[in-house]
């Protein structure tokens, strides 16, 4: 940890020569004092989850012991994330109603991991989704494929985290917004690297209390300026905008083709999300999976109910108010993804305002942290361990490529954040989602429910979801456009899900039924026995191979 304490000591440098010199606004001392408590507080987690973690199940599922409550809180701190928090209010307090377009969509697919993925997951795999996905079919394709699927979704959710980490320190503490991104990026690594799942759990449990906490007094306090009454919220914001088309669909997703893509990504992409579905390994048995998932879903569906207000709430506050306007650029200080940020001061002055900027802070490292190893661990189990090394490995090794993967990862997302910076997070969330229902979802649920599965189909469906997602997605504006400078996007749509999860489907199916061969008809027998071990658990300990 004494490498821990150094990167610290800089990042603490970086912050006072920067706002010694920049001259741009007075630092928040307050929001400084608790992003700094914080910090010193998860670093100590870190370290204490480090001396624990001693074996591969220790660093990836935190030796399974954790129990179906503390996970339901721990997938809620990794789902709530900074598209969430500061995203959805954000879209809210910009285009009105149609931001809950996101609020639903985030939610929607949680019945599906209920009922149809955490059980069987739990009772299939051992440390990653690509477990549950070639436990009959050939590993070496299908663990490749479901590690690319990982990374891509990894590598997109990433970039909001990163780029709401960003303009948060820089309102925070004046610190220019590359640096604030490598901060972040530092301390993930740290995180990850040294207290592995175990860390990042209890890092996502402490931040999902202090998330619902902080969002609950901020729409009880705006709730009670509007004498708590919808009406009042509404047509106060309808009001200030000038305008009542805030309270009419439309403004975010124009047309259907848009919206109904979007929806097909929300919905299926919660279950494709490798971060969330890793950590059903971390329970001990399917009870426990889902448990999990039911204690997950009730504290999100409630946080999502408190975006929407504190996006009203921001209108409302914020709108007019020269104390939080941005007199050269426009709109407010920092953009729309602010918007939040901006409210906690108008509600509570300086001290709520460092509160939610520390929490917001907490948010966004939980979830980089479960991104992160997420993505480590496809590098290093799934691509490593079972396709390089063809399960022959040490697992102290499998550790070690882990952790270089971590550092890896780590600078990626610093460059991709510092590259992304004008997106809004919330859509660089639903284009992850994207992926995910692209490549992850179809292979894992035919996978589970599907006994005519063959590894052909689920490669060749599996690859074409994955590349028609990728090229609509540096097709559309949000790439095309806003990141690569052209005049008018290639593909017309914001998100590539309608045309990418059918063409996975379709695909799979047709590649699958028209496989005759003879490891074909060995995969279809073995669906079986899949089937009884997925709904039973009996001697599940992990995918078998052929």
């Given amino acids: 940890m004494r490498g821990a304490l150094l990167l610290l000591a800089l990042c603490s440098t970086l912050f006072a020569a920067d706002a010694q010199f920049s001259g741009r606004r007075d630092l928040n001392i307050s929001a400084i004092a608790m992003f700094l408590v914080f910090v010193v507080a998860t670093l100590g987690i870190t370290y204490w989850a480090?001396?624990?973690?001693?074996?591969?199940?220790?660093?990836?599922?935190?030796?399974?012991?954790?129990?179906?409550?503390?996970?339901?809180?721990?997938?809620?701190?990794?789902?709530?994330?900074?598209?969430?928090?500061?995203?959805?209010?954000?879209?809210?307090?910009?285009?009105?109603?149609?931001?809950l377009i996101y609020s639903i969509g985030f939610l929607v697919g949680w019945p599906i991991i209920l009922f149809l993925v955490a059980e069987q997951l739990r009772n299939l795999g051992k440390y990653t989704f690509s477990d549950v996905a070639s436990y009959r079919l050939k590993q070496t394709p299908i663990r490749t494929l479901a590690a690319s699927g990982s990374l891509a979704t990894v590598a997109l959710y990433l970039i909001a985290q990163m780029v709401g980490a960003g303009q948060l320190i820089q309102i925070l503490f004046g610190l220019d917004y590359a640096y604030a991104v490598i901060m972040v990026g530092i301390l993930m690594i740290l995180y990850v690297t040294f207290g592995g799942m175990l860390a990042t759990t209890w890092v996502q449990i402490i931040k999902a209390v202090l998330l619902l906490s902080g969002a609950t007094f901020m729409a009880v306090m705006i709730m009670y300026k509007v004498g708590?009454?919808?009406?009042?919220?509404?047509?106060?914001?309808?009001?200030?905008?000038?305008?009542?088309?805030?309270?009419?669909?439309?403004?975010?997703?124009?047309?259907?083709?848009?919206?109904?893509?979007l929806g097909i990504a929300l919905m299926f992409g919660t279950a494709g999300l490798p971060h969330i579905l890793m950590r059903f390994f971390t329970v001990s048995d399917a009870k426990e999976a889902r448990k999990s998932v039911f204690f997950a879903t009730g504290f999100i569906g409630y946080f999502y109910i408190l975006t929407?207000?504190?996006?009203?709430?921001?209108?409302?506050?914020?709108?007019?108010?020269?104390?939080?306007?941005?007199?050269?650029k426009g709109g407010i200080i920092g953009g729309g993804n602010m918007a939040a940020i901006h409210t906690s001061h108008a509600i509570g002055g300086n001290i709520f305002l460092g509160f939610i900027s520390a929490v917001a802070f907490a948010t966004i490292l939980a979830v980089v942290s479960g991104l992160t190893l997420a993505g480590a661990s496809a590098v290093s189990h799934d691509l490593y361990a079972n396709v390089f090394a063809r399960g022959r490995v040490d697992e102290m090794m499998e550790m070690k490529v882990s952790k270089y993967a971590t550092?890896?990862?780590?600078?990626?997302?610093?460059?991709?954040?510092?590259?992304?910076?004008?997106?809004?997070?919330?859509?660089?969330?639903?284009?992850?989602?994207?992926?995910?229902?692209?490549?992850?979802?179809?292979?894992?649920?035919?996978?589970?429910?599907?006994?005519?599965?063959?590894?052909?189909?689920?490669?060749?469906?599996?690859?074409?979801?994955?590349?028609?997602?990728?090229?609509?997605?540096?097709?559309?504006?949000?790439?095309?456009?806003?990141?690569?400078?052209?005049?008018?996007?290639?593909?017309?749509?914001?998100?590539?899900?309608?045309?990418?999860?059918?063409?996975?489907?379709?695909?799979?199916?047709?590649?699958?039924i028209t496989d005759k061969s003879e490891d074909a008809q060995k995969e279809i027998e073995a669906y079986e026995h899949q089937f009884i071990r997925s709904q039973t658990g009996i001697g599940a300990e992990g995918a078998s191979s052929h």
């Fill in 50 to 99: 480090a001396r624990r973690t001693k074996t591969a199940k220790d660093f990836y599922t935190a030796g399974g012991g954790i129990t179906g409550f503390q996970n339901g809180l721990a997938i809620a701190g990794d789902y709530m994330s900074a598209a969430s928090f500061l995203g959805i209010s954000g879209l809210v307090y910009l285009k009105g109603f149609d931001g």
């Fill in 228 to 261: 708590f009454s919808f009406e009042s919220l509404f047509a106060k914001a309808v009001e200030l905008k000038n305008s009542d088309a805030i309270m009419a669909p439309g403004g975010l997703v124009s047309d259907p083709i848009s919206a109904i893509s």
């Fill in 308 to 328: 929407f207000i504190i996006g009203f709430g921001a209108i409302v506050l914020l709108s007019g108010n020269p104390e939080y306007l941005d007199t050269v």
């Fill in 407 to 512: 550092i890896a990862l780590g600078v990626v997302a610093i460059i991709l954040g510092i590259i992304f910076e004008k997106q809004n997070i919330a859509f660089m969330v639903g284009l992850a989602f994207a992926i995910a229902a692209s490549a992850n979802f179809p292979i894992l649920f035919l996978s589970m429910f599907w006994s005519k599965l063959t590894t052909r189909g689920a490669v060749i469906g599996g690859s074409l979801g994955l590349f028609t997602a990728i090229v609509l997605v540096v097709l559309s504006k949000a790439v095309w456009v806003d990141v690569l400078g052209n005049k008018q996007a290639i593909y017309a749509y914001g998100n590539p899900a309608l045309f990418s999860v059918l063409m996975a489907f379709g695909a799979i199916w047709f590649f699958s």
